[in-house]
């Protein structure tokens, strides 16, 4: 399969497409969007990553990764709706977070989404203490993953 990239914003027209998409499948599956835990207006280029996925031009994934802290980047977003574009982007965004110097990422799932947690398990994540927000919900499952350097 032939996929493409750009690195883009949060602003980027096919970036909310299907991320409105990813929040409208979130919704109906867990009756929460995830809209709350993604602020555009906090993304930073110079920590923080954008990426559309596209084939044959159609974009067709999308994700992004945040500053977590000073070696730690958290997955947000993330969203494909085409088989292997998925793994094509987290593969991108794994080494993009490695060129900006974090040494981990780490993201949080609702644990009915089984897809979204076996596609990250599949992927080298494994579940960790949970951060942030998720502290005190049993809804959410976080996981991480040691990233190459």
């Known amino acids: 399969m032939q996929f493409t990239f750009r690195e883009t914003t949060p602003s980027d027209e096919d970036f909310l497409n299907l991320a409105a998409e990813l929040s409208s499948e979130l919704r109906a599956l ?79 799932t609702r644990k009915i989404n089984d897809s979204a947690v076996c596609f990250y398990e599949r992927h080298g994540y494994s579940e960790i203490s949970a951060y942030g927000k998720y502290v005190h919900t049993n809804k959410s499952v976080c996981l991480g993953k040691s990233l190459a350097t």
């Open 30 to 108: 867990t009756q929460d969007s995830g809209e709350s835990s993604f602020q555009a207006d906090s993304f930073s280029v110079a920590s923080d990553i954008c990426l559309v996925v596209y084939q044959h031009e159609k974009a067709v994934a999308c994700g992004s990764f945040r500053k977590h802290d000073s070696e730690t980047c958290e997955l947000k977003r993330m969203y494909s709706k085409h088989r292997g574009a998925g793994s094509y982007l987290i593969n991108l965004l794994e080494s993009y977070a490695v060129n900006k110097g974090y040494k981990r990422s780490v993201l949080s």
